[in-house]
Structure formats: C-alpha cells, structure tokens
C-alpha cells in the first residue's frame, strides 16, 4: 500500500454524532475509521454504477416493447 502522506486526502464536515457513530462502527468492526468510511464509499458507489445498469437494461427492454420487438 502506497503511503499515506502521499494519497490524496479529503477533509468532510460531519454532523453532530456522526463521528462518533462511525468510531464505534469502526470499533465493532475492528478496523479504523477511514477503512470504515471508504468502504462505505465504495458500496455505495459500486450500488449506483448496478443501479444505472439496472436503469439502461430496463430502458432498452421498453424501447423494444414499444417497438414490437419480443424481450431478449
């Protein structure tokens, strides 16, 4: 894993009780807070990029209703 003086870094405002939800999710976890946090990031990422395929596969599918086409 590279360094982590040298990867990018990004500074949030958190709501009130929020950091401390995250600690102790992290703490049950036994991993750090910024483990916790990326990968929160990254399922919820990784959820819209399925959902926009989801969205693209359903559009295609009534464009070819409209159009008489039988489903694929």
């Keep these: 894993m590279?360094?982590?003086?040298?990867?990018?870094?990004f500074i949030i405002r958190l709501p009130d009780?929020?950091?401390?939800?995250?600690?102790?999710?992290?703490l049950k976890q036994h991993t750090?807070?910024?483990?916790?946090?990326?990968?929160a990031l990254e399922e919820f990422l990784d959820g819209q990029q399925r959902q926009q395929l989801l969205l693209d596969a359903l559009?295609?599918?009534?464009?070819?209703?409209?159009?008489?086409?039988?489903p694929a």
């Design 32 to 39: 750090s807070m910024n483990s916790l946090v990326i990968k």
């Design 17 to 26: 009780g929020m950091r401390e939800r995250i600690s102790d999710a992290a």
């Design 59 to 70: 559009s295609e599918q009534i464009k070819r209703l409209e159009h008489g086409k039988t």
């Design 2 to 9: 590279a360094d982590s003086r040298q990867l990018d870094k």
